[in-house]
Every structure is written in structure tokens, then in C-alpha cells.
């Protein structure tokens, strides 16, 4: 889409351009968003209310905060398959640590904050430095504290903590004219996320899409490949930190809460048209597709569907949805492989429009080089070997 | 690397898909053959005889013991135990399915500290627990060990789920040592005795007519329930649903795990489609969050029936709802203890030990508030443990044994 839109700034049909990036990978989430939430609307009218529809944004906004941290990491060419168990844990923590007493909910929350930038830190170093994949890291790591808050807990609920601590997840600004209330979480959500739009946009959160686009390239560029690599799982483990503080106001204390989270953040990212293995896709899409995923479970409530198959309903339909983004991307890669030499140098100088989707237009043709001149003076053929496998894994 | 990054892909997306599925990866459930039984219409789970016979228990005076419901039984055949009469202390093996959820982790503080009471009287030497931790397999495992390895006088079984755990169990009979198997059942009677409450249809009796009493033809009831495929859980469900439809109230389930998180967004949308009368909870863990969704809402309270566990008791009495907590006796984790003391004294014990089963009340719940004060909310209020030492401390305390 970023090449449709970028390659031809002299058209202005806006319109076209938008119903291209609609159902573009990046915008399909979008297109996919919004069919969703008419259909909701549809069945159930009041859901279009704000205050209902605030409610509904509150209830995302903890997974949609996972997602952001779990783009970073893919986007990185790596997985964090540990978020889940990172917000058990925190919620555990908060639970355990704070209890009914008000005066320790500071330290514990720098507590959390600290540990989860350890874990973040730990993944990160053992994938950079032990040279391990990131699947199994974090899969040990998801384990390790799983087994943690297990022995800790014995697998049951503790007493949920003081309730000033779990207004941050429960409560918001009252007695606001049509919306009635504004959560605290749809406000930390919307911190969160123009912090990581910012951060995708400075020079270190390209060097972490470069990264996941091809590392040779930026290590020769000077980056220092590790310390980007960590950060992306400081990143992820710090935003299922907060996701957690979010639960804990919102549900409660108990081992479940955050079980699954990894994997339905990172199906909301793919679905956001975010390539797995890395260096392509926009942060707001994978919050998008995790209020995609969130609206698909809620229609299927509203809908009425049994529950004893309303899973295999979810399982199927986002197995559609996935694929979608997977054929437009390969779609979108074929075009553009014709298209490369002519549209290299305009896509390179078109300044970033008004057009949400050209935010990280950048990153893609920086990604989409596979400039044969350049590699060929590389001693090494191994930028130009991962680049055109990822091709050949989406055109076959 | 393409191979890798593809099989990465395929390996992430299949696990999504397979967590993103109602979380079937989760331990509780059941075994496949149980799985393939949920998927039916819970109508499979119903069983009108049984249903009949728990209705009918329900009003049925316990014999036994005054005050000691753990040690009374409802419509018991007593038969001999004589032949495994024996002198000095025993030990024990147990072959526990988990303590994954509250009310497993307070019957099993309640039964360490009945362990130390026959410890002390020289009845049982040691008791060798191992924990399935919601796994057949392992549980399978565990029993193997204990019959081969185990040096068991005696075996007690909470069997994880009963199909599975069939097999086991009868090799465990096998050895000629007594097997005493509690809470879910098994499909055998081959143990000396099978303990356990009155049962999941005697529990959804008394919830279902508690809220058709409370609710008008029509209302909305929401069901709550934990997970498919277990038979005690299942058979609350089967009963309840049976009488609401009955009764013209409609209601609607959910599996939530006893996750909270879900419980609130099943609430929340319950809630946006249109009134919801009452909540119906196949076990009370989560009950609290449940009520959260309707404060948060700025709606009434449902009309609702959680279980004895503290936390909903609290919750009940600060809101004021109309409740109901029905009770699955947690004091049934003393008797296999108690059943294995009858057994090496050569006493007669029911062959199925029948424990009484009755949910607290309104006008009951001061009373149980108040006798529980101080405990965490996670235990539950029927716990039975009045009488052993170290009440109320370790209670209290709440340290896993």
C-alpha cells in the first residue's frame, strides 16, 4: 500500500488512495476493524452509544498495550512469546506485594517496572549474546514464570490489592458529557501508543524495523545490533507490565488473567499486516488488530453463537482474516518487484504525507532494496539471500 | 532462514490459534473422550436417575455424628471392613488430581491438619501425596508409582477425571490394599468406599430454584461456568439449565476459565445487549468480578449464586445483593483420612459415603462471616476444620502444605 500511495504523489485522489490502503495488508485491519464493529452495531445498537463504546475501547486497551510492545519485538525479527506470563505475573506481584496496604503501592510499582525491564533484559541478552532463537527464549522464559507465579500461588486467586491501586484499570474521569466516563486505561493506552508512533519514528525505532529487515546491513551501518535487539524485549516486557496494572484494576488478582495474551498479541499484530520475521508494518495497525480481535470476540457474544463452538467460529475466521493480509502482502509484493527500479528514488524522496499510512513508508524501501548493484559489491551475499527468501516465502 | 523463518511462522500461528481457542491447552480439562462428550449438548451430561436420587438427598437427614458433618452419610450401605483390619500406624499414598483453585487448596490445609490429628494417635505413619497438578497422564503416573514403589498401606484417590482415571484405579484395587476415592468419581466400585458431597445435580437444584423463586418468566440469566468436560461441574450446569427452561427463564453460558478478565468482558457485552435479571456461577471463583462488571456498568445487582468461598460472602454482605451460596463441602477432604482410620480399625463404613450438602443463606451468611473473620478470600466457608489444631492460624496463614 505505502508503495501504491508513495509511488504516485502526483495523483490527489485521495479516495482511491484510501480505498487502496483499505484493503491494502496494512489497512486491511482497518477495513476489517470497522466492518466488525458495524456488524456489532447492527446486532446491538446501544454498542454504538460512547459510553458503551468507551467501555469497550477500556476493555481492549490492556491486550491493545501488549500488542504495541509485542510489534516492537516482531518488527525486530523476534518473538516475545513471554507477555503472557510477564502481566500474570505482574498481576500476581501487584496482588501478593500491595495487598490492602496503600502506602506500598509505590514502591511495588517500581518494583514491577524494574522486574519487568529484567526479564526484558534477560530474554534480550540471551538472544543476542547466546545466539538462542527468541521463540525458545521467551517459551523458557513464559515457563519460568509461569512455574514462578504456580509456586508461589499453588495456581489459585489471592486477595485482589487496595483498591486505589486497581482504580488505574477500574475507574477514569467521571461525569464527562457524552461519554460519560474516561477510563485511566484509555488514556494510558493513548500515551502508550503516541509514545511508540514517536518512538517508531526516531532514528532508533527505524534501526529496530532495519534490524528485522535485514541486520547485516545495519550492523555495517554502525547500530549496535544487541542493544537494539534487547531493547525491543525491554520494550515488549515493560508493556505487559503496564497491560498488567491495567488488569489487575480491571479483573482482579488470579493466576488466569494474562494467559494467552502473548498469542493473541501477536496474532493482532500479524493481522495488523506486520511481517513475521520482521522490518515491515505500522504500530498503530497491530494496536488495530488487537481492537480487531477484541470486536470479533465481542460480535461473536453478541451474535449469540454457543459457546461450546464460538472457538472453532474464532479460530476459523481469523484464520481468514490472516490470510487475507498474507495474499494482499504477496500481492503487493509481486507489483512492486516489477515496479522496483522506477519506483525507488520518488518512493525514497516523497516526504512523509498526511497520509497515515506513509508514516513508516521510509522503512519499507529501505527494506525493499535489494539493490543487486550494492549487494554485489558486499563481500557477503547474506543480505541479499535473506531478503530474497522472504520474497520467495511470500511468492511461492 | 526462509525455512526457519516459515516454520517459525506456522509454529506461532498454530499455537495462537490453539491457545486463542478457549485456552485448550488449559490442564483442567478433561480427558479426549470426555473433550469429544462436551462438544455434544450438555443435554448428554444429564441424567434423570441420578438427578432424582441427589433431589431426593437433598432433604434426607444425615446419620452420623451431631455437628461433625465430615463423618455423617446420606442413605448409606454400610459394609465390613474387617478384612483389612490391622494393628500400628499405616501409610498413606494420595494421588491428588491438583490444588490449581481455591477450594482444592483449602480442603488440602484441611486434610494435612487432620493428617497431623492421626499421626498423633499412631494411626497413619506418613502420607505420601503426590500432585497430578491437572494432568491424567501424570496422575496415571503417580498411581503406577505408588502401587509399585510405593509401599502403600493404603490408597486415596482424587481421581483428576473419571474416565481416565478408571483403569488406574482398578489396578490400584488390584493390589488387594483398600482404595479410598473422593470428590469426582470414578467408573468402578471396586475402592472400599467413593466420599463425596451429594453432587453437581443437588447443586444446580438448589441455584436454579433459588433464582426462578427470585426471577420473574422471561428474565435473563447469565451462567458462568469454569471449563467443559468435568462431571461434578457439568452435571451443575445439566440441572440448572434443565430447570430454567422449565421455568421459562432464559439463560446463557459461558466458559471463562475462572478467568476474571473474561468474566467481566462477558458481563460488560451481557449487559450492552440488554438486562441481565441474575448470574448463575458454576463455581464461585470470580464471583467478585462478576459483581465488579455490574458496578462498573452502574446497573443493579444481579439476583446471584456464587459459592461459600470468602470472597463472594464479603462481596455479598458489602452490596447487599440477593444471593445464594451454594455449597460443594470442602470437609470432605478430612474423611478419606477419617474412612482410611475406620478401615485399619476394621469398622463398617458406606460403601458410597454420601457427605451432606447444603448452601448457605441469607440469614446464614452473618453467621458464617463472622466464624471465618479473619481468613483470606480465598478460603471457603464450609471448610469443616473448626475442631483441628492449629485453627484458625493456619487457615489464616494459608501456606500451602
Known amino acids: 500500500m505505502t508503495a501504491t500511495t508513495a509511488t504516485k504523489p502526483s495523483l490527489p485522489n485521495r479516495l482511491a488512495g484510501l480505498g487502496r490502503t483499505l484493503v491494502s495488508p496494512r489497512g486491511a485491519v482497518f477495513l476489517l476493524l470497522i466492518v466488525l464493529l458495524v456488524m456489532i452495531a447492527v446486532l446491538n445498537p446501544s454498542f454504538a452509544e460512547p459510553g458503551q463504546f468507551i467501555r469497550f475501547v477500556q476493555r481492549v486497551a490492556p491486550v491493545a498495550i501488549v500488542a504495541i510492545g509485542q510489534y516492537f519485538v516482531i518488527v525486530g525479527g523476534e518473538f516475545d512469546l513471554s507477555m503472557g506470563s510477564v502481566v500474570t505475573a505482574q498481576v500476581v506481584i501487584a496482588g501478593n506485594l500491595i495487598g490492602q496496604d496503600d502506602a506500598k503501592i509505590l514502591p511495588v510499582t517500581v518494583f514491577m517496572f524494574v522486574f519487568g525491564a529484567l526479564v526484558g533484559l534477560v530474554n534480550g541478552l540471551i538472544v543476542s549474546f547466546l545466539r538462542v532463537p527468541s521463540f525458545i527464549v521467551t517459551l523458557g522464559m513464559m515457563l519460568a514464570l509461569l512455574g514462578g507465579v504456580l509456586y508461589w500461588t499453588g495456581g489459585a486467586a489471592t486477595g485482589n490489592p487496595a483498591d486505589s491501586f486497581r482504580e488505574i484499570g477500574r475507574g477514569g474521569i467521571r461525569d464527562l458529557p457524552v461519554i460519560d466516563i474516561l477510563p485511566w486505561s484509555v488514556v494510558v493506552l493513548a500515551i502508550v501508543l503516541g509514545l511508540a508512533v514517536w518512538f517508531a519514528r526516531r532514528p532508533f525505532g527505524r534501526t529496530i524495523i532495519a534490524l528485522g529487515d535485514n541486520a547485516t546491513t545495519v550492523r555495517y551501518a554502525g547500530a549496535r545490533n544487541w542493544w537494539v535487539k534487547t531493547s525491543t524485549f525491554v520494550i515488549s516486557s515493560l508493556s505487559a507490565t503496564v497491560a498488567g496494572i491495567l488488569l489487575v484494576g480491571y479483573a482482579g488478582v488470579h493466576p488466569s488473567v494474562g494467559r494467552g495474551y502473548e498469542f493473541t498479541a501477536i496474532t493482532a499484530v500479524v493481522l495488523g499486516g506486520v511481517v513475521l520475521g520482521g522490518g515491515r508494518g505500522w504500530v498503530v495497525a497491530a494496536a488495530a488488530g488487537a481492537f480487531a480481535l477484541e470486536a470479533l470476540f465481542t460480535l461473536l457474544n453478541f451474535a449469540g453463537v454457543p459457546s461450546t463452538y464460538r472457538d472453532a467460529v474464532q479460530g476459523v475466521i481469523i484464520i481468514l482474516a490472516v490470510a487475507y493480509a498474507a495474499t494482499t502482502v504477496r500481492a503487493r509484493r509481486r507489483g512492486r518487484a516489477l515496479e522496483t527500479p522506477a519506483a525507488n528514488s520518488p518512493a525514497d524522496q516523497t516526504p512523509p504525507g498526511s497520509d497515515p499510512a506513509a508514516q513508516t513508508s521510509p522503512a519499507p524501501p529501505v527494506a525493499k532494496e535489494p539493490d543487486p548493484d550494492s549487494v554485489s559489491a558486499r563481500p557477503a551475499p547474506i543480505p541479499s539471500t535473506q531478503r530474497a527468501d522472504n520474497e520467495t516465502k511470500g511468492g511461492s | ?401
Open chain 2, 1 to 401: 532462514m526462509r525455512r526457519r523463518i516459515t516454520v517459525v511462522s506456522a509454529m506461532v500461528g498454530a499455537l495462537a490459534l490453539f491457545t486463542l481457542a478457549g485456552c485448550t491447552t488449559d490442564p483442567n480439562v478433561a480427558a479426549p473422550s470426555d473433550d469429544a462428550a462436551a462438544t455434544e449438548e450438555s443435554v448428554e451430561w444429564f441424567d434423570q436417575e441420578l438427578f432424582d436420587k441427589q433431589d431426593a438427598e437433598r432433604d434426607v437427614v444425615p446419620e452420623g455424628p451431631e455437628g461433625q458433618p465430615w463423618l455423617q452419610h446420606i442413605n448409606a450401605e454400610m459394609i465390613d471392613t474387617s478384612e483389612f483390619a490391622a494393628d500400628g500406624a499405616k501409610k498413606a499414598c494420595f494421588a491428588n488430581a491438583s490444588i490449581s483453585n481455591p477450594w482444592r487448596q483449602t480442603g488440602w490445609i484441611t486434610m494435612n491438619q487432620q493428617l497431623a490429628v492421626l499421626q498423633d494417635a499412631g494411626v497413619i505413619s506418613e502420607m505420601e501425596t503426590r500432585d497430578a497438578q491437572d494432568s491424567d497422564d501424570t496422575q496415571i503416573a503417580d498411581i503406577d508409582y505408588f502401587i509399585t514403589e510405593g509401599d502403600c498401606d493404603i490408597f486415596l484417590i482424587s481421581p483428576n477425571s473419571t474416565a481416565a482415571m478408571t483403569p488406574a484405579v482398578e489396578r490400584a484395587c488390584d493390589t488387594g490394599k483398600p482404595v479410598v476415592v473422593f470428590d469426582r468419581g470414578v467408573q468402578t466400585d471396586c475402592p472400599v468406599t467413593f466420599i463425596h458431597p451429594i453432587g453437581g445435580f443437588a447443586w444446580g437444584i438448589d441455584t436454579a430454584e433459588f433464582l426462578i423463586g427470585e426471577l420473574e418468566e422471561g428474565d435473563k440469566v447469565v451462567a458462568l461456568r469454569i471449563l467443559p468436560g468435568v462431571d461434578v461441574l457439568e452435571q451443575r450446569w445439566a440441572a440448572a439449565e434443565k430447570l430454567f427452561d422449565e421455568a421459562g427463564i432464559e439463560a446463557v453460558d459461558y466458559f471463562t476459565g475462572a478467568d476474571p478478565t473474561e468474566i467481566k468482558k462477558i458481563i460488560s457485552d451481557e449487559l450492552a445487549k440488554g438486562d441481565v435479571a441474575g448470574v448463575w456461577m458454576d463455581a464461585g471463583d470470580g464471583a467478585v468480578a462478576a459483581i465488579e462488571a455490574f458496578e462498573d456498568a452502574g446497573v443493579d445487582y444481579p439476583v446471584m449464586t456464587g459459592e461459600d468461598e470468602m470472597s463472594f460472602l464479603r462481596k455479598w454482605k458489602d452490596t447487599g445483593l440477593t444471593g445464594l451460596a451454594p455449597v460443594y463441602s470442602n470437609f470432605q477432604w478430612r474423611t478419606p483420612l477419617l474412612a482410611a482410620q475406620k478401615i485399619f480399625a476394621g469398622e463398617e463404613i458406606p460403601s458410597e459415603w454420601v457427605l451432606p450438602q447444603s448452601p448457605i443463606t441469607a440469614e446464614e451468611v452473618d453467621e458464617y462471616l463472622a466464624a471465618n473473620d479473619g481468613m483470606p478470600d480465598g478460603h471457603y466457608a464450609k471448610f469443616g476444620g473448626e475442631d483441628l489444631p492449629g485453627y484458625p492460624q493456619v487457615w489464616q496463614d494459608r501456606v500451602i502444605p
